[in-house]
């Protein structure tokens, strides 16, 4: 069974540009995360999704940041404009939610360098 | 809010030696559940063990086990004959048992360097 799914792996822009990063959850789970982890730092919470609602986004910076799911799968993390403090790497997760510890399933992420 | 704090930004042990990484949290809660996630270079976040707070017994995985002090708050992982393989970044984590409240929250990390 295939993990979560990221891309691009690696992404440098110039500042001010937009940028987009895409995940693919583990087939079937129904609750998708996405976290941003700067250099030397834990993830932090961006914006979690539970099908194709946006159940908790409180941390993310609305004014440039910007996701989706609309199919309640696959989902789309945008930055416009970027800035460069934005330069860290984006993690997803996804978990399929049950009682329980529900384990979080990380794909590999994206480095995005603001130039 | 919860916080997770990790005093050890560096670890390093021999290879076959035990090490031991601390993890300290703070929470007003009472259900929670309790994570150790290794970080590779490769940045895939993986899941070494996990402890849920009702259960007073230690969680083992193998050569990984925790030292879970409910009381004091504190949540260590030992890990057991130390492989170069075992070489990351290790992040503890909290996340609450309110199922509304799905996110882990994460340490400041600790860098496990295994020396041959």
């Known amino acids: 069974e295939a993990g979560v799914v990221q891309s691009p792996r690696y992404k440098i822009i110039e500042k001010k540009q937009p940028v987009a990063f895409w995940c693919n959850p583990i087939?079937?789970?129904?609750?998708l995360y996405w976290y941003l982890q700067n250099l030397g730092q834990g993830p932090e919470l961006l914006i979690r999704?539970?099908?194709?609602?946006?159940?908790?986004d409180s941390q993310l910076p609305k004014d440039r940041f910007s996701a989706e799911r609309l199919k309640g799968v696959d989902s789309t993390l945008k930055i416009q404009p970027a800035e460069l403090g934005d330069s860290a790497v984006y993690l997803c997760?996804?978990?399929?939610?049950?009682?329980?510890?529900?384990?979080?399933?990380f794909g590999p992420g994206t480095r995005l360098t603001v130039l | 809010a919860q916080t997770v704090t990790q005093s050890q930004p560096e670890m390093s042990v021999q290879e076959a030696e035990t090490v031991t990484l601390s993890c300290t949290y703070d929470?007003?809660?009472?259900?929670?559940?309790l994570f150790w996630y290794k970080q590779p270079p490769s940045r895939q976040m993986i899941l070494v063990i996990r402890?849920?707070?009702?259960?007073?017994q230690n969680a083992t995985e193998n050569r990984f086990s925790v030292n879970f002090q409910k009381a004091a708050k504190s949540f260590s992982l030992k890990i057991s004959d130390s492989q170069l393989g075992d070489a990351a970044m290790y992040f503890c984590?909290?996340?609450?048992?309110?199922?509304?409240?799905?996110?882990?929250?994460f340490g400041q990390g600790t860098r496990l360097t295994i020396n041959p």
């Open positions: 997760a996804s978990s399929l939610r049950l009682a329980g510890a529900n384990e979080q399933f």
């Open positions: 929470t007003s809660e009472s259900d929670y559940y």
């Open positions: 984590a909290y996340r609450s048992g309110n199922q509304g409240a799905q996110k882990l929250v």
């Open positions: 087939s079937g789970h129904n609750t």
């Open positions: 402890q849920e707070a009702y259960k007073q």
């Open positions: 999704y539970e099908n194709e609602e946006a159940v908790d």
